[in-house]
Structure formats: C-alpha cells, structure tokens
C-alpha cells in the first residue's frame, strides 16, 4: 500500500529527495506521493521531521 502524506507536512522537502523512485513532488500547498510510483519502502516516512508520513 502507498504511502500518503497528511496535513500536517511542513513542506520542508526533506522526503523528496530521500525517495528511491522519484514518486514525491511538490503539490499546490504541500508535497504529495505518486501512488502508482510508490513502492512503500518507507525511506521518506523515516525522515519526515513531523511524522506527517504514513502507510496507507
């Protein structure tokens, strides 16, 4: 299952570069997770300073 972002993303942009397949850019006001390019690894979710990354 893909990972989302939630409301709560500061739009820093420190997940963007950490995700292997390119699957995160910046959207209209914060950043957001190409479902269809996700793999769910994880990588961004464990380097979101304010936890605004989950599975699901």
Known sequence: ???K???SC??????EGECP?????????????DE?????CGSCAGV???G???EG
């Open 1 to 3: 299952m893909a990972y």
């Open 10 to 15: 500061v739009s820093c942009g420190t997940c």
């Open 21 to 33: 397949v390119g699957a995160i850019s910046q959207g209209d006001s914060q950043y957001v997770i």
């Open 48 to 50: 979101c300073p304010v």
């Open 52 to 54: 605004a990354i989950s």
């Open 5 to 7: 972002i939630s409301d």
């Open 36 to 40: 269809a390019t996700c793999i769910s």
